[in-house]
């Protein structure tokens, strides 16, 4: 059984700052990682090619991150335990094919669900470029289960996620994983193990290694991307999502799109075992964020 989160210990580690030289082949990399390429039937060379490279926004959730930082024993989570719960990204503007960005990473809130249960942490991702423009800012939530009952607010601070509309949704868009897919994600910089390595799954109570979540949120973006943005990445200028199961590489995603004016609510499933893995989605188009 876990033991309660140390709150103080967490709150005293620095996370490491990291900055981030890219340039297209890390940007094919990383689309290739999010599954770009896999359906013969959309045309993806854009974000395969270097000649008229897009960008993926999704990208901005792996630059200037140091790695994944909860394996250093000196910041006291039990990360074989940790689930990774929402994601939020909100752009200031479209990713460049290439550049150096800078992340700075802190926790911001965390919160008790009781002795025995989870604690759920809350980390905001700045990312900037040199001269100090703000490119993206990301928060990340997880779930640290069995690491409850250290005292404090059960619940975090600030907005829910909105539920799907109730009526059948505007758009479904089907996108293939692969089963090397985890593998080639892993290259962007997240080297947990459970997404690799069969033993490490097996302790966290999975009968094999998972597709990353942000891997999943990417197939997700490239579906929003081709439903109602045209194909331009450059126009999907946020999104956030609740992870509610994981998604195993070589299952095949569909998302079902709520088109809002401009601002898009979704929920995504795997097709062959009919489960949400995706819920409470939002995005917009066209409206990056101001400073």
Known sequence: MSSPLDVEKLQEYKIPHAT?????????????GVGAGLDPAINEVDFLYERQLQVLPTMALVLGTPGFWPMDPSCGLDWINILHGEQRLTLFQ???????????????NIADKGLGKSALVRAVKTLKTLSGALVA????????RGAGGFGGERELPGDVLPPVPDRSPDIVATLPTSVTQAA?????????????DGATARRAGLDRPILHGLSTLGVVARALIHACCSGDAARLSSIDARFTAP?????????????????LHFRSSVSERKLVVIDHGVATMDAFAKI
């Open 137 to 144: 800012e990301s928060t990340e939530t997880w779930v640290v």
């Open 20 to 32: 981030d030289d890219y340039d297209p082949r890390d940007a094919i990399i990383y689309a290739l």
């Open 184 to 196: 080639t994600y892993r290259l962007s910089g997240d080297r947990n193990p459970l997404h690799i």
């Open 247 to 263: 998604v195993y590489p070589g299952e095949t995603i569909t998302t079902e799109i709520w088109n809002m004016s401009g601002t």
């Open 94 to 108: 479209p990713l460049d094919p290439a550049g150096t960005l800078l992340g700075e990473t802190i926790v911001t």
